[in-house]
């Protein structure tokens, strides 16, 4: 058996996130602090740090298209549900397509066609009115309800178990048995109370709702800095890096993360 530390897969919490946030925007003078200052200080003279009272959006543009950073500091799992929001009411105002990657302290959308929304457009993107429609326009809500439903329906005493000494049920079979009343119960009794189980530990475990609610809640009660840095930031190079992990190449991600990092601190003299 080899211990291996799980602990950098937790998310950050709101909480910690508020902390984390208040940290890189005031002085402090602790060992940590002191290491990173020529990266904080590369990250001021580029663009300027989030803080407490603002919402930093960068919007940087590269020979391979646009990159709008955000920085929530709300925790991946809040980030991936902020970052299908943000592309779904994106792709509302102008016909576009959009990825994004996400990390605990931010998110990256990158669109085909270029977005350009002003400080004003950007905190009205952040608007709590519609969030559950929104969600489940934005993702395929059904389907990860569908998938949830298997574990409701054993508790619920709605699949058969394997009996003593019979052939034991594989889990596509306990899928398809699972997918079959899912679709029964939707069609012919779409209010029934397992359906809704379903869909609230999706939204509850999977898309974190409550999390993203006190999210937006917090962002209404920011002001958007919107900036629009010259190349990527300290703070938005993570999650371009992160990006990269999604697109084919015969390189790997080492290698062109590092060449990214090197061209970076030859440009700022790092």
Do not use: K
Request: with cysteine; charged share 20%.
């Amino acid at each position: 058996v080899v211990p291996r530390w799980q602990g950098g897969q937790l998310p950050l919490s709101l909480a910690l996130g508020r902390e984390l946030e208040a940290v890189l925007s005031g002085a402090d003078n602790s060992a940590e602090a002191r290491w990173l200052a020529p990266l904080l200080g590369l990250q001021d003279a580029l663009s300027e740090r989030p803080g407490p009272s603002r919402l930093l959006v960068e919007d940087v543009r590269r020979r391979e298209g646009q990159f709008l950073f955000v920085y929530p500091f709300a925790g991946r799992h809040v980030h991936e549900a902020l970052a299908a929001l943000l592309s779904l009411r994106c792709t509302r105002l102008q016909r576009n397509s959009i990825g994004y990657a996400v990390n605990d302290h931010g998110l990256v959308l990158a669109p085909a066609e270029h977005i350009e929304r002003d400080a004003a457009a950007w905190q009205a993107l952040f608007d709590p009115a519609d969030l559950l429609d929104d969600l489940r326009a934005a993702v395929n809500l059904g389907e990860l309800a569908r998938r949830q439903f298997r574990g409701i329906a054993r508790v619920a005493g709605l699949l058969v178990p394997s009996l003593p000494g019979g052939m034991p049920r594989s889990l596509r079979q306990l899928q398809a048995s699972a997918g079959l009343l899912y679709d029964v119960l939707r069609e012919h009794d779409p209010g029934h109370l397992l359906l809704a189980q379903a869909e609230q530990e999706v939204l509850t475990d999977a898309l974190d709702l409550p999390g993203l609610q006190q999210a937006l809640q917090h962002i209404a009660t920011q002001s958007v800095s919107l900036q629009r840095p010259p190349t990527l930031t300290p703070l938005g190079f993570p999650l371009w890096a992160e990006r990269l992990r999604g697109q084919f190449s015969n390189e790997d991600w080492r290698t062109r993360v590092q060449r990214a990092a090197q061209q970076l601190e030859r440009r700022h003299g790092h």
